[in-house]
């Protein structure tokens, strides 16, 4: 070939890698805004998920204990503050009745030498809450504090117990995200669907 057929060619093919180039960027980026599409369905499809959960519990009469993670009738809920000695750090609870005379037999409650259970290496205290107003209160070895309602946030329902539930009432299941560039992206319940 000759030097100048050479450069025209290599013009060409510059600009054609050039065209490629800008289209595999286009691609990426339509790509994540794809992915980030279909994040924020598979999200709001599992959150609807878990309010069809907390719906069919209050059509039951049933509520959520926090503690011991199975269901109750809703009329026997009580809350109580668990906090730990060591650190400070304290977690609300919405306990059904042999829970929270469990926990406070244990955590004792009554008095401050044989109040102290143990629960995952870490001493805790136990403490009755009562509702009071827009807040709660809490009685602390015989004085009274006051909470306000956005330091009392019982627990989320955890995934381990979604599951638990899903037969019983009639969730449908899971999605989730395979993040593979391979694989069919959306799975349901951690199985990946085949490709359409
Ligand atoms: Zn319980």
């Not at 691609?27 to 599992?46: P, T």
């Not at 829970?99 to 143990?118: F, I, P, T, W």
Request: aromatic share 6%.
């Amino acid at each position: 070939m000759e030097a100048e057929l050479i450069l025209t060619r290599l013009t060409v093919l510059r600009e054609n890698a050039e065209n490629q180039s800008s289209s595999i960027v286009r691609l990426r980026e339509e790509l994540r805004s794809k992915v980030a599409e279909l994040e924020s369905s598979v999200r709001d499809y599992n959150s609807l998920r878990i309010d069809l959960l907390m719906e069919r519990l209050r059509e039951r009469g049933l509520s959520w204990c926090t503690y011991h993670k199975n269901t109750f009738p809703v009329e026997e809920a009580s809350l109580v503050l668990l906090s730990s000695a060591d650190s400070g750090f304290s977690g609300p609870h919405r306990v059904c009745s042999e829970c929270r005379k469990e926990v406070l037999a244990k955590h004792g409650y009554l008095s401050r030498r044989d109040d102290l259970h143990e629960r995952g290496g870490i001493l805790y205290h136990a403490f009755v809450v009562s509702e009071e107003g827009d807040g709660f209160s809490v009685v602390k070895f015989g004085k009274q504090e006051s909470l306000a309602a956005k330091d009392f946030k019982v627990p989320q329902i955890s995934d381990s117990a979604i599951s638990h539930f899903e037969s019983e009432m009639s969730l449908p299941l899971e999605l989730s995200i395979e993040n593979h560039p391979r694989s069919v992206p959306l799975r349901v319940r951690g199985e990946r669907l085949k490709a359409a």
